[in-house]
Structure formats: structure tokens, C-alpha cells
């Protein structure tokens, strides 16, 4: 299985990014403003095709989400307690997202294997800058190295109709539950359905850059809940949870354990201040262009 980014780069090289740094390859945003809908009316659980019909609308409302906040957290324990090699990271991230032309301001802060680490990186579809606090400067990586960090990118960060179809795949075994003015969806299961989410996941959180059919067959699900709420009015995206215990062939008949939650929360739909890039990252020395 190939390995090239995400955090198993990132543990190699300290100033590297953590997972889900940025993304480039975004939908346009309409700026159409959706039709009404009617929602479904229902209270307490339902069956999938009500869940179904609440994720359609997420989806909906979401790509209208122009410009929006968002803060996403992960903790991951990787491989057996006791054993060598066994890795803890947490992730935290906030952030703000412009989508049309896609912006990006965030800052990450990790602690892996007790190690923590800092960086604010702001992507324009001009550049890509990085701030590192422990040097007090600001640099600008190479369009390669840009692009192949662009490539671990989650849809759960920036692209959440995409995060919500991918919870909408997950098909019979949701649930819906309207309580006033929030909507719950819900998931607990283990089966194909399953494998392939995580899967999809998993490149990304460990950058195995496998296509995801390939990667879905090497994991094995123990367990798997997934919570996701929205607006029951507007239909915003507002918040997901999602909780893994897995197992997955990393190198070849190896079976490297995994108890994963990936947590995050989307806010100010069309109301974040602008992104600007600060006067010193404009003045960042460009890789590409030293020593032409």
C-alpha cells in the first residue's frame, strides 16, 4: 500500500502539515439561491428514506455555503497498546474557507506522540504559504510539494456536500432524528458500506494514495458510528462525529489496528470575514524560484 502523505508524512518531517491541509479541486458555488423544499416532517427515529431525503437537502444547502468557519479535531491510535511502533496523534484545526474562488486560512495544532507542533498555512489559488510560530516566519512551498498536499485533503473539510454524500452512502442503516430546530442523522454498523467510508477517510488521515476500492478491502470494520446534525429549517451542515475501530493492511500481511474519531463543526454560512494574505507571506521567497 502507498504511503506519500498525510500524517505518516507529517510524523517524518515536523514541517510538514498534519491531514487535510487544503484543497484546490473544489465545485464552483452557485450563487442561485436554492427553491424551497418541504422537509420531512417526522419526529423521533425514521426510516433511511426520510434520512435520506434531511441528507439530500444538507447536500443542497451546502454547496450554497460560499464562505463559511469551520473547526475539525481527530484522535487516532495507531497500532497495538504495548507493542513498538504504536503511535497517538490529536489534531485540532480551525479555519476559514472561501470557496469561489477557493481561499483557505487555517491553523493546525498537533501533538504527536507528545510532541506538539504548530502551522497556519492560507491557500490562494495563486500560492500556497505556510507559518511556522517556532520560527516566527513565513515560507512558500513549491507548486509540486503544494499540489501533493492538496492531494490529502478531506471532503469533510472544505467540500461538506461531498462529506454529506459520503454519510448518505452509507444508505439502510441510517436514521433520522427532527427535534425543533436540529436534525440528527445517525450510523452504527460494520458492514461493506462501512469499509468503503472509511476507506475514503483513511486516505486522507494516513495519505495512502491507493484508489479507495483498493484501500476498502484491505480494512477490516469492528465498529463504526457516525453522527451528523444540521438545521432542520435552513439545512446547513452544522456538526459530525465520527467514531472507528479497524483494522487495515498497511504492508502486506500485516494487520495494523486503528481506533479513530474525526470530529468537526461547520458556522457563519456566508458570514466569515474575508481571507487575507499577510504582507510578510506575500514576501516569501518562492522555492520554484531560487537559483534560476
Known amino acids: 500500500m502507498r504511503l506519500k502523505s498525510g500524517l505518516f508524512r507529517y510524523r517524518r518531517a515536523r514541517v510538514g502539515l498534519a491531514w487535510l491541509l487544503v484543497a484546490i479541486l473544489v465545485a464552483a458555488c452557485s450563487t442561485k439561491q436554492p427553491e424551497a423544499s418541504p422537509s420531512p416532517s417526522a419526529t423521533g427515529t425514521v426510516n433511511e428514506s426520510l434520512a435520506e431525503d434531511w441528507l439530500i437537502m444538507a447536500q443542497n444547502a451546502a454547496r450554497e455555503m460560499g464562505k463559511f468557519a469551520f473547526e475539525l479535531q481527530m484522535n487516532q491510535k495507531l497500532g497495538e497498546e504495548g507493542k513498538e511502533g504504536r503511535s497517538d496523534v490529536r489534531v485540532d484545526m480551525q479555519g476559514r474557507v472561501e470557496r469561489n474562488p477557493l481561499k483557505l486560512d487555517q491553523t493546525i495544532r498537533s501533538v504527536i506522540d507528545k510532541e506538539q507542533s504548530t502551522v497556519r498555512s492560507i491557500v490562494t489559488p495563486e500560492a500556497y504559504y505556510m507559518y511556522l510560530p517556532e520560527y516566527e516566519e513565513w515560507s512558500k ?16 473539510q472544505v467540500r461538506p456536500e461531498l462529506a454529506v454524500q459520503r454519510i448518505q452512502q452509507l444508505g ?5 432524528e427532527s427535534n425543533g430546530s436540529l436534525v440528527t442523522v445517525r450510523y452504527d454498523g460494520n458492514g461493506p458500506e462501512a469499509s468503503a467510508f472509511a476507506a475514503g477517510l483513511l486516505r486522507s488521515t494516513l495519505g495512502i494514495t491507493d484508489p479507495e476500492a483498493d484501500v476498502a478491502e484491505r480494512v477490516k470494520i469492528g465498529k463504526m458510528s457516525v453522527i451528523f446534525t444540521m438545521d432542520a429549517e435552513k439545512h446547513w451542515p452544522l456538526s459530525y462525529r465520527i467514531e472507528t475501530d479497524l483494522k487495515i493492511e498497511l504492508n502486506k500481511g500485516e494487520q495494523t489496528p486503528i481506533s479513530q474519531t474525526v470530529a468537526g463543526t461547520y458556522s457563519k454560512p456566508n458570514a466569515t470575514a474575508s481571507i487575507v494574505v499577510p504582507k510578510e507571506a506575500l514576501n516569501a521567497p518562492d522555492p520554484d524560484e531560487i537559483g534560476q
Open 141 to 156: 512551498l513549491s507548486k509540486a510539494s503544494a499540489a501533493e498536499n492538496v492531494a490529502t485533503l478531506s471532503d469533510f
Open 172 to 176: 439502510r442503516s441510517l436514521t433520522a
